[in-house]
């Protein structure tokens, strides 16, 4: 669990978010109701909201 929510939250800092996203959600499959994991990843589907098709494709987001 801590590795995948440590690499989620590495993830994520280094603008990585669509990894971020897997790596969180790896974690809380282990510890479902973990808030602060929970928490990045509310924050992670913020950002891959707002991010517009040009910015996911340089971050590697692209869903194509």
């Known amino acids: 669990y801590a590795a995948w929510q440590g690499l989620g939250l590495c993830r994520l800092e280094q603008g990585q978010v669509a990894e971020a996203c897997r790596c969180l959600q790896a974690a809380l499959r282990i510890i479902p109701f973990d808030q602060p994991t929970l928490e990045s990843l509310r ?3 913020e950002l891959l909201r707002t991010l ?3 910015a996911k ?3 590697g ?3 194509t």
């Open 43 to 45: 924050r992670c589907d």
């Open 52 to 54: 517009s098709p040009r």
């Open 57 to 59: 494709r340089a971050r």
């Open 61 to 63: 987001m692209d869903e």
